[in-house]
C-alpha cells in the first residue's frame, strides 16, 4: 500500500506517517510539499491513495485535485483546516472521495482511507434482473453497464452503485441515510452532501434536471426516488 501526503506542514507528514506505520503493516507513506510536487508524484509513484491538503502554496488543494482528474482517477481524501460545506461540496465536485477536517483524529483517518479503498474495490452488487430499460436509459446489470441512447455512460464506481440502489427501488422513495449506507457505509449516514454531489452528477451524465425529472425525482428533506417506468 502506497499513500502520498500532500500537505506544506512537515509535522503533519510525519505524524501521518507514523500514525499508518504504527497502525498498518505495509504501508509506504510519501510526502510532498507543494502542488507541482504532488502531480508528479502521482503520475511516476502511482500511489494507491492521496491525501490532499486544501491549503497549499502556489497552487491550492482544489486545482490540483483538478488537474490530477485529468490524467488519474486515483483516490483523493481532501484535508481541510475549515469545516464547511461549500468547501466539501466543492471537493466531491471536483472529484475527491472524501473530506477530512483538521485537526484529525489518526483512527478516523485511517477508518476514512479504509472506507474509500473498501468502497471503490468492492464490486458492485449482483442482481438477478438482467437489465432495466426506462426511456433513453438501459442498466444491464449482469455487465454493470449504463447507456443512454445506445451510448455507453462512463460511470464511476460509486455513480454506478448510487444508480444501482435507486433503480432497485423504482417508484419508491431511497431515503438520504439509507443511500448513504447502502453505497459508503453506516459510518457516512448523516453525510447528506455526498449524495447531493452524486446525484448532480448522475444527473448530468443522464440529461437529466431537477425542475422536470425523467428518472431522478427529489423528495425534498427525504431523499430521492427513481421515477417507474410506466
Do not use: C
Not at 499508518?20 to 510532498?32: E, H, I, K, P, T
Not at 507541482?36 to 491513495?49: G, K, S, Y
Amino acid at each position: 500500500m502506497r499513500i502520498l501526503v500532500v500537505d506544506d506542514e512537515p509535522d503533519v507528514v510525519e505524524s501521518v506517517r507514523l500514525g499508518f506505520m504504527l497502525q498498518w503493516r505495509d504501508v509506504d507513506v510519501l510526502g510532498v510539499g507543494e502542488g507541482e510536487a504532488a502531480l508528479d508524484a502521482v503520475e511516476n509513484e502511482r500511489p494507491d491513495i492521496v491525501l490532499l491538503d486544501v491549503g497549499l502554496p502556489t497552487i491550492d488543494g482544489y486545482e490540483v485535485l483538478r488537474q490530477l482528474r485529468a490524467f488519474s482517477d486515483v483516490p483523493v481524501v481532501m484535508l481541510t483546516a475549515r469545516d464547511d460545506a461549500m468547501d466539501k461540496v466543492k471537493g466531491l465536485e471536483l472529484g475527491a472521495d472524501d473530506y477530512v477536517t483538521k485537526p484529525f483524529n489518526h483512527l478516523e483517518l485511517m477508518a476514512r482511507v479504509k472506507a474509500v479503498l473498501r468502497r471503490l474495490e468492492m464490486p458492485a452488487p449482483a442482481s438477478r434482473m438482467p437489465s432495466f430499460k426506462s426511456g433513453e436509459l438501459e442498466v444491464d446489470f449482469a455487465e454493470q453497464e449504463a447507456r443512454l441512447g445506445g451510448r455507453r455512460l462512463d460511470l464511476t464506481p460509486t455513480e454506478y452503485k448510487v444508480l444501482y440502489h435507486l433503480i432497485r427501488n423504482a417508484g419508491h422513495v431511497l431515503e438520504h441515510g439509507t443511500l448513504l449506507a447502502r453505497v459508503w457505509g453506516r459510518e457516512y449516514v448523516d453525510e447528506v452532501d455526498y449524495i447531493r454531489v452524486y446525484i448532480l452528477r448522475l444527473r448530468e451524465k443522464l440529461g437529466d434536471s431537477s425542475e422536470s425529472p425523467r428518472y431522478i425525482q427529489t423528495e425534498r428533506g427525504v431523499g430521492y426516488r427513481f421515477i417507474a417506468p410506466s
